[in-house]
């Protein structure tokens, strides 16, 4: 720790400990200053017989530059990385979108030799990046846009919106090798859900690990009283994925988690009689 920041932390000791967590456990990726990289959150993937996901891709360099006739001319490329559960890579593949054009991938797709039954797993996106350093205002790109799940017939998805700058990668790596993961923190930390579960429903609770390291992560069920009703037990690998059913409870209940990522906020499930009602973050 330098001189320079000791100095700047005395002169402002109330900014000591958000000082210290964005300096040794910052919730995003490490950032390697390289304007080839690009962020993506670990989103999670649901497929089978009965679930499908899906993941639009967006040209956000319509967004960013202001040459249009650059623009026309353009093909938007993007990595699509699709994890196991356990964090290991079943496909890589390159996405090339026309200008000024969505792209919704249905992760099924790239599944079709990997499926057998219903499964979940992990994946990333990153872009290629084409955008000035200026036009993005000395920042990065990042991918943390909309999953949507579908459930048997329903013809109504349910989307959730990306989490964190979970991993940076360059574009035109392949593998792993230029990963730039989250930090875990040097102590555990409780994360608190901001909601309150009821006995009406079933809630599967859905985590990712974005560390370098396996993860050890408590889920606590809670009173609304306090008292701790259960507990579940899980362990992360690196860019891995767990799904776990929340127990049946008779009492209006809430969730807390206790881990050392930077940030544990789960994705959750909620169905009622086997039908999906809703998908969102604690």
Request: aromatic share 12%; net charge positive.
């Amino acid at each position: 720790m330098s001189n320079k920041y000791i100095s700047k932390i005395l002169k402002n000791p109330g900014n000591l400990l958000p000082s210290l967590r964005k300096r040794y456990a910052p919730i995003s990726a490490q950032n390697p200053h390289d304007p080839e990289f690009t962020f993506s959150d670990l989103f999670i993937w649901r497929c089978g017989r009965v679930w499908k996901t899906f993941f639009k891709i967006s040209p956000y360099l319509n967004l960013i530059s202001i040459n249009k006739d650059l623009l026309s001319n353009l093909q938007y490329k993007s990595r699509l990385i699709i994890l196991t559960k356990e964090g290991k890579l079943i496909k890589d593949t390159l996405i090339e979108i026309e200008s000024l054009q969505n792209f919704s991938a249905n992760i099924s797709d790239y599944l079709s030799n990997y499926l057998s039954s219903e499964d979940y797993g992990s994946f990333m996106v990153f872009h290629k990046v084409t955008p000035s350093q200026h036009n993005l205002c000395n920042g990065y790109l990042t991918e943390r846009g909309y999953t949507s799940f579908s459930f048997e017939d329903c013809n109504t998805q349910s989307y959730v919106h990306g989490n964190l700058d979970a991993i940076s990668a360059k574009y035109e790596s392949e593998g792993f090798e230029s990963f730039k993961y989250m930090k875990s923190t040097l102590f555990k930390r409780r994360f608190q859900l901001q909601y309150l579960f009821n006995p009406m429903h079933n809630y599967e609770i859905g985590l990712s690990n974005s560390t370098s390291k396996k993860q050890a992560i408590i889920i606590n069920f809670i009173r609304t009283s306090g008292e701790i009703i259960d507990s579940i037990k899980i362990n992360i690998e690196p860019l891995g994925t767990k799904i776990v059913n929340a127990p049946r409870i008779i009492s209006n209940y809430r969730i807390s988690l206790i881990s050392k990522l930077p940030l544990a906020r789960p994705l959750i499930f909620k169905s009622y009689k086997k039908r999906l009602k809703d998908v969102f973050h604690g």
